[in-house]
Each structure stands twice: as C-alpha cells, then as structure tokens.
C-alpha cells in the first residue's frame, strides 16, 4: 500500500508561522478535507505534501514509487494545444514506462542472455507491463473521452485549442489531465471552483471510485460531507485531526467557537473588574496589598485570545460617486473567436442602483460579457453606449498576475486607493479579515483566498459606481463570503456580477 507521511513540518514566512509541528499519514484508503481559514497554510500544506516547496524543518516521507498529483487552485493553459492533444500530456509518464517496456523486450530477444540477467529482466518486464495495465495506457483514448466528458467537454471541443478555452474551461482541463495521471495520491485544491453542479456530482462519483488517497480544499459544504470521512483543521500553525463527516466537524467547530467566545467574555469581564479595584483603590495605602496582589494576578493571567476570524469588523464603504439614470446599453452585441460564436444579438439595459446577476454554464459567454461592459474587449459588433459620469470597477477571474512580488498587502492597497482613505486603510483591511501584522505580508506567500480578498478590497475602495465582478466568490471561505455580500449590499452603485453560487444571487440580485 502506497503511504505518505509527514513528520513535525515547520514553515514560516517571516516571522509568521504557516505550519508549526505538523504531522499526518495518508494512505489509500484516506478520504480527507482541509479545513481551516483562508490563509491558514492549506494550499502550503499540500505544496509540501506533493514535494512542491520544502519545509523549513521537518519531512514528508513517501513509500518507493509513489505518485502524487496536485491541482493548484489557478492555473492558465497559454498552449495551443488541441484539448485531446493536451489530456495525452496526462500520460507522459506512463510513456516513458511503455519505451522502457520495449527497450527490455528487445534486450530478451537477444540470445545468449544471462540467466540471473532475464530473470530479473523478466521481472520488470512484469512490472513495467503490471503498472501500465493499472494505470489503463491501452485503453487511454476511452479513459480522456470518458473524464473529459464527465467534465462537461464534447465531441467537438477536442480539437480546439486550449487557449480558446474560458478560465473555467482551462481549469477543468487541468483538473482532467491530473484525474488522467493515474496517480497514487490526488491532492486537489478548490476542484469544484468552476464547476456547474453536474460536473461536481460526476467528480464525486469518479472520486468515490478512485483507488487512492485523497485530499481535497473546497468551499463546498454538500461535496465535502458527500466525499470525505475525515478533517484535518489548520488554525494557529497547528494541524488537528477530526474523524467524521464535514458537517460534523462543523457542528464541533461551531460549539468550539462559542465555548471560546464565552470564556473570552468571562475573562474579559473579570479583568474589567479587577481593573476598576486596581483604578479605585490605586492610592490608598490601606488597599497597597490587595491593589499589589491583583496587579501581579493580571500579569500572570494567561489570556484567552478570540481566534482572528471570529473578530467582525463593522465597516462601511465611501459611497460611490453619482451617475447618470442610464449607466450602460448593449444592442445587438456579438462576439466570435474563430468559428466558435459566444454571443449573437445580445441587448441588455442597466440602469443606476441596478444589481444584475449574470448566470450560464461554462463557455456560456458570462465573461467575455463582463469584459464587453468593462471595455476591456472591443472586438464585438453591435452597440455599446455608456452613460454619463460611469466610472467602472472591473474584477475579472485571471487577476493573480496583478498581485505578485514582495510588496505588502497594505502597500499595495494605499498604492490603489485615494490619499483620503489612507488613515481608515487598516479598518478596511480589518473588516476583510487581515488583522495585526497581516497587512504586511508579501503578495508573493498569499493563498488564493487571500488575493482575492486583497483585490475585492482595492475594488471596493475606489470612486467607481459600476462594479463589474467576474466570480467574486471563487476561492473565498464561508466567513470571506459573508464579508463580501455585507459590503455589496451596501454598496450605493450599480453592480453586474456572475456567480455560480445560488445563495449569494439570491441575497444579492435583484435580476
């Protein structure tokens, strides 16, 4: 049995500690979910799992042979490879295995072989040969049909480029072509991101089937509980093990929360007190021993800190600039790439304070509406109108190439925003969860949740009054989410916005 197992992984980016003395054994029969906020160390914990960075101290040991597979949760395929061409990228392990197969057959048919040598030709002949049986090489052409297919992929997309492929769409290739590895261990960061509720049931099914490990990050609750019996919970540097469903670990999480939340009260209101005694009696002599003891009681209390996500800010964002009543008009809008026609005659009238949901499967042609009615892409026919004093926020789905280098978070949101809300910057980054020394991590050790928090937070900030959000909620955990919607339910300008998440359109849109 294939086993991977972590020893006291340490991992630190500055003086902040990622992982601290984290340790796990996965084995193929292991059916796990991450849990844990973003930014917590999720996604570090599966790059030092798939040997992808090296912890600071500490070590993953994985049994001889092992293969690991790893889904990041952004990734663009720039190639001009065809979709079929790019999914037999998938197997170019298990063509080295095949040439090296061969190579052996040819060396057997030579006569006047040793026999200890053939004999242990023979055996890894067998292994070779057992290997890719396993794996399904001879069959590889049904096994790509049948995955792209449960992904959503038809007959006629095989042939396309990769690269004429939405964002969702490339990382659903990405996420075949790691299915079609074969691997030992599936480790798959935010799978169900850009994926419409079929595709998420077949990719339960394909994982319940699957003969190997699993670890997965998903901000789906239904998927988790359906695919996973175990959670292992990153909070504070430390990695805890929970046996049970995820609505389960839920149900503890939340009784966890309040039992902290209570004793942090009571704390809070016996500190107070003796406080005020100390404040009180401070100088009259006759009290020196009893405001002394109390003084030296407070020094050494241990006290109990409310974790940083239970921390809610209110906040409130400058009100966007006034527009005219007709913001923007689409009429008879198209647009083409190649032969492949995403949007024919498409009207559309947005009026101020309007808040329109966008929705569709993917390749529908949600976003490259969004960057019609950004001006992004012009390349449309039709007629686009925009009114007057318009002033556009955009928030598309491929923005990490924005956000990298060794700049701070703080930094780079003063760099976006207007000298006027400098001094309010760290409330605004509070009440996006990026509390104390936070705000001066490098963009560079950001998790995907935290960049797009990062991006939301610059969005919000500016004089604009027509919000154009692409997937705003893509990579955001639950508490993220709820910050979201609280401040674009305040937001006082127009907004079109595409989601796939039901609870989030209906809170939201009002078309």
């Known amino acids: 049995m ?28 292991s059916r796990i979910a991450l849990a844990g906020a973003n930014g917590s160390g999720k996604s570090t914990l599966m790059k030092l799992t798939s040997g992808l960075i090296e912890p600071d101290s500490g070590s ?19 190639s001009s490879s065809s979709l079929y061409e790019e999914a037999q990228r998938a197997f170019f ?12 057959e040819h060396r057997l048919a030579l006569p006047d072989q040793d026999a200890s040598r053939t ?10 040969q057992e290997l890719l049986l396993h794996a399904g090489y001879y069959d590889r052409d049904r096994t790509i049909y049948a995955v792209l ?153 241990e006290r109990i800190e409310l974790p940083a996500h239970l921390h809610r800010i209110s906040f409130s964002f400058p009100d966007a600039p006034r527009s005219g009543r007709e913001v923007l008009s689409l009429h008879e ?6 032969e492949n026609n995403v949007l024919s005659s498409f009207s559309l009238d947005i009026r101020r304070g309007d808040t329109v949901a966008v929705t569709g499967k993917n390749g529908a042609g949600k976003s490259t509406l969004m960057r019609i009615i950004a001006g992004i892409d012009d390349e449309h026919t039709g007629e686009k109108k925009t009114g007057t004093g318009v002033r556009i926020g955009y928030y598309r789905q491929d ?17 976006h925003v207007e000298t006027s809300l400098i001094p309010s910057l760290r409330g605004y980054l509070g009440a996006f969860l990026f509390h104390g020394d936070d705000i001066y991590k490098p963009l560079d050790v950001l998790s995907g949740g935290e960049k797009s928090r990062v991006q939301l937070v610059k969005l919000l ?40 998440d039901l609870a989030f359109i209906r809170e939201l849109a009002d078309r």
């Open 60 to 78: 993953v040991q994985v049994s001889r042979g092992t293969v690991i597979s790893y889904l990041p949760q952004s990734l663009e395929l720039r």
């Open 399 to 415: 923005f990490e190439d924005e956000l990298r280098g060794t700049r701070s978070i703080y930094d780079e949101v003063a760099a």
């Open 333 to 338: 809008v198209g647009r083409s790439y190649g």
């Open 93 to 104: 392990r298990l063509h080295d295995v095949a040439k090296r197969k061969e190579h052996i």
């Open 119 to 128: 004999a242990a030709l023979i055996r890894e002949h067998d292994e070779f």
């Open 149 to 301: 297919q449960g992904l959503g992929f038809t007959k006629t997309d095989l042939h396309r480029p990769c690269r004429e492929f939405s964002g969702g769409w490339q990382m659903r290739i990405s996420l075949a072509k790691i299915l079609l590895e074969s691997p030992d261990f599936l480790l798959l960061d935010e799978p169900t991101n850009y994926l419409d509720i079929e595709a998420r049931l077949w990719l339960h099914r394909y994982l319940a089937d699957f003969n190997g490990g699993v670890m997965v990050v998903s901000h789906d609750k239904q998927f988790l509980d359906d695919t996973c019996s175990e959670v292992f919970s990153v909070f504070n540097a430390s990695l805890t093990r929970f046996t049970g469903k995820w609505s389960s670990f839920e149900q503890f999480q939340r009784e966890e929360e309040a039992r902290i939340r209570k004793a942090h009260a009571l704390q809070q209101q016996e500190i107070k007190r003796i406080e005020q005694f100390i404040e009180r009696f401070r100088y009259k002599d006759s009290k020196a021993p009893q405001v002394q003891s109390r003084v030296k009681y407070l020094e050494k209390l």
């Open 461 to 500: 900030l500016q004089p604009t009054n027509l919000l154009i959000l692409d997937e705003p909620t893509n990579h955001l955990d639950m508490m993220s989410k709820e910050i979201l919607l609280e401040a674009l339910s305040s937001y006082t300008g127009t907004m079109v916005f595409v989601s796939h």
């Open 2 to 29: 294939h086993t991977v197992s972590a020893q006291n992984l340490c991992l630190a980016y500055g003086d902040r500690d990622i992982l601290n003395g984290a340790s796990f054994t996965m084995d193929s029969s």
